[in-house]
């Protein structure tokens, strides 16, 4: 009797059976990477990434609208009070202190000047001319009705040798009004001219909410 034993002989394959399990395994391994490589794709569309030349920008936003004032109204500059005893002072302290020091105005030098006095008839015609500006919505030395400033200032009865006048317009308040001022030339030689010792001053709001502002200087005989 011949032993066979416990062993199990190996099956013999073909050469032909080699070459078909080859390429059955170069064909999946060749699916295998095509899924690969489209799931690779699909995470660099989903994360954003821009290509090789980047993005476009993305649709800028509208600004959100400025924040409406406590009544939901537009918020304008305050209207200015009557010219009282107080805003008088206030004035005469804002245009005595510019002339209480050496100043430049433009190409002019000029030293301390004599303190300014509040004349009522000069500052009639200066709250008369803001309000005309006021009216026309425009800055101007002329009136609606031609008159200079000489003759506003002759029409109050004030006799003078010689005036000036400053306006402004759309400044909050006179500290504002006058620091405009005193950084134009023209408008600060005015206002340092030691030869004019008398002034008024007023402000009136248009109808946008702009404040005009005119301030008259002169020396009576």
Request: with cysteine; hydrophobic share 35%.
């Given at each position: ?57 993305s649709t800028p936003q509208a600004a959100a609208d400025p924040t409406p004032g406590p009544t939901g109204e ?148």
């Amino acid at each position: 009797m011949v032993d066979v034993g416990s062993s199990v002989q190996e099956p013999i394959t073909s050469d032909q059976e080699v070459a078909a399990m080859d390429r059955f395994s170069r064909l999946v391994l060749l699916v295998i990477m095509a899924a690969v490589s489209a799931c690779a794709a699909m995470e660099t569309a989903e994360s954003g990434s821009a290509g090789p030349t980047g993005d476009a920008p993305s649709t800028p936003q509208a600004a959100a609208d400025p924040t409406p004032g406590p009544t939901g109204e537009p918020q304008h500059p305050p209207s200015p009070p009557e010219t009282s005893g107080g805003e008088e002072d206030l004035w005469e302290s804002l245009l005595n202190g510019v002339r209480a020091q050496a100043r430049v105005c433009g190409a002019e030098r000029f030293s301390a000047a004599p303190p300014l006095r509040w004349e009522p008839r000069l500052g009639a015609a200066a709250r008369e001319h803001s309000r005309d500006m006021a009216a026309a919505g425009r800055l101007s030395h002329s009136s609606r009705d031609g008159r200079t400033p000489w003759d506003r200032i002759a029409a109050t009865g004030y006799e003078f040798s010689n005036v000036a006048e400053n306006v402004a317009g759309g400044q909050p308040d006179p500290q504002a009004a006058v620091a405009s001022w005193v950084q134009s030339p023209g408008h600060c030689a005015n206002i340092m001219n030691p030869d004019l010792r008398d002034f008024g001053a007023g402000g009136e709001p248009g109808a946008t909410g702009t404040i005009y502002w005119t301030l008259k200087l002169g020396a009576s005989f």
